[in-house]
């Protein structure tokens, strides 16, 4: 019988604990456990599982070193978080070509936190998905 991968190890694992964010350490620690049929000697393990975990759309990364399955996440915190840890609103150079702005994304606050110029809409729609991930995090940092 073929040994799974580790990948579908860490999934596993990761979806019994439910709606709770996992750090790197955590799923390596349970993928190197014994019994599981890899070891951390195993060369190149290490970089092999955390490519997969970076590439395997099954995960999502929300910052601050924490990991959540993408199933328990919403797609308007999943765009959050794309916004906020990859200036999509910057400026787009390239040699030889004019500066190409994007257009803003007027569905969901940008630079205006930073500012401090939200509307209200806006506010609301950031504090919630602040507090949500704040409470995920806290709930994880108890157990």
Known sequence: MARMQPIDIIYEAVKEKKNKPFTFDEVWKVLTKKGSGYKKEEP???GVVYTDLLQD???IYLGNKRWMLREYVSQREIANLQNALYDFNQEVTEEGFEKVAEE???????????????DVEDEEVYEDIKTNIS???DKDEEE
């Open 57 to 59: 759309s099954r995960f």
């Open 135 to 137: 409470q995920k995090i």
């Open 104 to 118: 803003p994304n007027t569905d969901l606050p940008t630079k205006e936190i930073e500012t401090g110029e939200l």
């Open 44 to 46: 190149n393990l290490i």
